[in-house]
């Protein structure tokens, strides 16, 4: 059975860009969780989708958006890049929405220069 | 919304000692208590988990005891070993059941 998989695991953009990045959860989850992970701040909730729907949203500005597609995969953006916004980017995926056991991609390392 | 706080957030243990790691909630309404274990370079992955109906769970040398009252819970090792080495996150649900929110992290070193 194949785990989470997140696409591209590395990428570097300069101030102003924006960036996709893509998360195809375990066959049957429909649920996919993003989290940012920094070395001084933890696991930080992005958000969740269930069903193509935006479930939960954590405390982050508009600039961070996401997306699911009817197979479950999703996508997070983030527009107008800061050197802030650099960053560990881990999707999470379980059977169904909120607080359940969660399985984690290996990450999308993001440079902001 | 939940507030969860981790400590120590660095812990130096010799081998064959036992290591604790202690966390706590704000939202008394948390029934679901997680610990992810995160090795160097790689994902975090789930260890033990514990719900509220149960004040101690065990896995092998892994133990989860949880207050509800005092709205703690606790990771204990036993018996440490060097692969034990790694960053551990406590996480618990938020008063809807609809999210983790996790702790910041504890780096756990088990020195042979």
């Known amino acids: 059975k194949a785990g989470v998989t997140q696409t591209p695991r590395y990428l570097i953009k300069t101030r102003g860009q924006q960036v996709t990045l893509s998360c195809s959860p375990i066959s049957g989850h429909r649920s996919v969780s993003w989290y940012q992970q920094t070395p001084g701040q933890g696991l930080q909730f992005l958000f969740e989708?269930?069903?193509?729907?935006?479930?939960n949203k954590g405390n982050f500005p508009g600039r961070f958006s996401g997306r699911q597609f009817s197979n479950s995969r999703s996508e997070m953006n983030v527009s107008t890049l800061e050197l802030g916004d650099s960053a560990l980017y881990l999707c999470a995926s379980s059977l169904v929405s909120g607080a359940n056991v969660l399985t984690f991609g290996a990450g999308s390392r993001l440079t902001v220069l | 919304g939940e507030n969860v706080e981790q400590h120590p957030s660095t812990l130096s243990v010799q081998e064959g000692d036992s290591a604790v790691i202690k966390c706590t909630y704000s939202d008394s309404a948390s029934n679901y208590f997680p610990w992810y274990k995160q090795e160097l370079g790689k994902r975090p992955q789930l260890i033990i988990d514990?719900?509220?109906?149960?004040g101690e769970k065990k896995d092998q040398r892994i133990a989860v005891t949880l207050n509800k009252t005092a709205k703690h819970f606790s990771l204990h090792i036993t018996e440490t070993q060097p692969e034990d080495s790694a960053v551990y996150f406590c996480?618990?649900?938020?008063?809807?059941?609809?999210?983790?929110?996790f702790g910041g992290g504890t780096r756990l070193m088990v020195k042979p």
């Open positions: 989708y269930f069903s193509e729907t935006q479930r």
């Open positions: 996480a618990a649900e938020d008063n809807a059941g609809n999210m983790l929110t």
């Open positions: 514990i719900r509220s109906n149960v």
